[in-house]
């Protein structure tokens, strides 16, 4: 159930109706995890166990390590980092069918699907191992526990909300604190981004995949480069505002995710910008307890390699999720001696030049991302450096390229700053437009990016 379906409308619908019903009022957290598990179990029922051993486990775990933090708290995160490589990184070593091994139980857990999601709550998990095992950190029952790790707007793509945050948070809502008006806008601009940019741009950035690419001009080549920027961050954009817009109507406040990334003038700053939770999340969680920048120069950059390393195996298990991670961090080592020289330079267009620099490195790297295969990667990189020799290459449409791509650009030059305060007039019909787009020129369906991970 996407958010994007009929379905998920009906559902959303119900469940926000029930849960405003006075009657109600005393078992909302309890209405949002019967919601959430309904959510999750739709299109995969039989991975609902697992989601049941994950929190009950993490729950006990979180018990024992408040009265034993130093032998529980690690044995609980290795529970749950456990679950996510079994599930994610077993077939980089029993292979996509995995060999009978004649014990039912076994078997039957070798070949379950990818759960979706599982990267998202196991993060979770261990950031309410660490965060509610400190001192004065909020207490939590058992229905919160499964509340903070399955509200089903960030369950299964984010954002990664940190337990410290979200637990103070629940208490009984009521109907007249909504703020309608943010949510709604949170939501039209989520779908408007996914269904009207993100949806038709897939449709070119297909092309992209093995061996169809084989068939694409050089100048395509680079072409569908960034558009598969602008996609993405259509799509994960879209993603994340809907799920702010949705935690709004029940009455909680997720991190925002994303801040147009694609002005960013250094990847630190890219890296401020961008999946802002997961980021946010490897520093608190991993680049902190690693030492941070308080060991010395090159201390500092084997951590930044490292947890970029780390954040890039997080996404999946393909040699190209590696090297993307890699090679973020390679960049933000290269270039951390070199920001203090480059921000006393106070001049737009060298600023400009900056982000344009980083805009096409990062373009470059999503190659990696695209396609994990390292193999398909290098050759579609190859590709874009030679003149293409197929006599019937495929044909892409150029200027609805433009198009599909012009709502990210607009946004990245400030149209949204500008209609909220000179504009401020137009700002309904704006948001009118959006709806009428992402209802009427939607393109083919697909889903969410991040439902892989």
């Known amino acids: 159930m996407t958010f994007a379906s009929w379905q998920f409308g009906v559902f959303a619908a119900a469940v926000f109706v029930a849960y405003y019903l006075p009657m109600l009022r005393a078992y909302q957290v309890q209405v949002l995890i019967v919601a959430s598990l309904i959510f999750y179990g739709y299109g995969q029922p039989e991975l609902l166990p697992l989601l049941f051993v994950a929190v009950l486990g993490t729950y006990l775990f979180l018990v024992l390590a408040c009265r034993d933090r130093r032998l529980w708290l690690p044995i609980g995160i290795a529970f749950n980092l456990a679950l996510l490589a079994f599930f994610k990184y077993k077939f980089l070593f029993l292979g ?3 060999a009978p091994t004649g014990q039912p139980l076994i078997d039957f857990l070798l070949r379950l699907p990818l759960p979706i999601g599982i990267s998202f709550f196991v993060f979770h998990n261990i950031s309410l191992l660490v965060d509610l095992t400190k001192k004065q950190a909020p207490r939590a029952d058992l229905a919160g526990v499964f509340l903070y790790i399955i509200f089903f707007p960030q369950l299964v793509s984010g954002p990664i909300t940190r337990a410290e945050m979200f637990m103070p948070q629940i208490r009984p809502k009521y109907f007249f604190e909504i703020p309608i008006l943010d949510a709604t806008k949170w939501i039209l601009s989520g779908f408007f981004f996914k269904l009207f940019v993100a949806n038709n741009l897939n449709e070119m950035t297909s092309h992209m995949a093995f061996p169809l690419y084989e068939a694409l001009q050089t100048q395509d080549r680079w072409l569908l480069v960034f558009l598969y920027s602008y996609q993405i961050y259509a799509d994960f954009f879209g993603y994340s505002a809907i799920a702010l817009g949705l935690g709004l109507l029940f009455g909680y406040r997720l991190p925002v995710n994303f ?29 902190i307890p690693l030492g941070g920048n308080r060991r010395g120069a090159i201390r500092t950059y084997l951590n930044l390699i490292i947890v970029m390393g780390l954040g890039g195996l997080w996404h999946g298990a393909g040699l190209g999720y590696l090297l993307w991670g890699l090679l973020h961090g390679v960049f933000l080592a290269l270039e951390r001696p070199l920001l203090p020289a480059l921000t006393a330079v106070k001049s737009t267009w060298f600023r400009i030049a900056r982000i344009g620099v980083v805009f096409v490195c990062v ?23 030679v003149p293409s020799t197929n006599p019937n290459p495929t044909k892409l449409f150029h200027n609805l390229a433009l198009i599909y791509s012009l709502p990210v650009i ?44």
């Open 259 to 287: 801040n147009l990334p694609y002005i960013s003038a250094s990847f630190s700053e890219f890296w401020t910008r961008w999946h802002i939770s997961l980021s946010t999340w490897l520093r608190t969680y991993l680049y």
């Open 96 to 98: 996509p069918v995995p």
């Open 363 to 385: 373009s470059f790297l999503w190659i990696f991302f695209k396609l994990p295969e390292f193999d398909h990667a290098w050759a579609y990189l190859a590709g874009m450096f």
């Open 410 to 453: 607009l946004q990245h030059l400030g149209i949204g700053r500008l209609v909220e305060t000179r504009l401020r007039f137009a700002e309904p019909f704006l948001y009118g437009l959006l709806a009428a787009l992402a209802y009427l020129e939607a393109g083919p369906e697909s889903a969410f990016i991040y439902f892989q991970f």
